[in-house]
């Protein structure tokens, strides 16, 4: 992904359950608590957005259960460089294009 671009953090089961109280951490640092919603959108993206991401939330089923998701990496890279050909001509640099992307962070089974 580019400085600049758009991303969703989405955190659900693996399972048809719904979950709430849906807390998103970068490393051990808590992003942020939803009550209801379940995605966490970063933008616009930042080289310090880079770095490791999970969530948590309460599984609704007839015993609540609190389920962590396994860390995830989000890295960001920042934008091409301008290089310069020996004729003094400018062109970019050659770079992989980044798609937008929509990361799903499962919640492991109980």
Not at 54 to 79: D, E, I, K, R, Y
Not at 100 to 108: K, S, T
Request: with cysteine; proline share 8%; net charge neutral.
């Amino acid at each position: 992904m580019l400085e600049g671009d758009t991303v969703t953090l989405r955190c659900r089961c693996r399972r048809e359950m719904s979950v709430t109280t849906v807390r998103f951490c970068h490393g051990d640092k808590e992003v942020r608590m939803y009550l209801l919603g379940t995605e966490l959108s970063l933008s616009p993206l930042q080289l310090n957005h880079s770095g490791q991401y999970h969530c948590g939330g309460w599984m609704n089923s007839w015993l609540p259960l609190w389920a962590q998701s396994v860390p995830m990496t989000v890295t960001v890279h920042g934008p091409p460089k301008l290089c310069t050909a020996s004729s003094s001509l400018a062109f970019l640099c050659p770079s992989l294009t980044f798609p937008e992307y929509l990361i799903v962070l499962w919640c492991p089974p109980s």
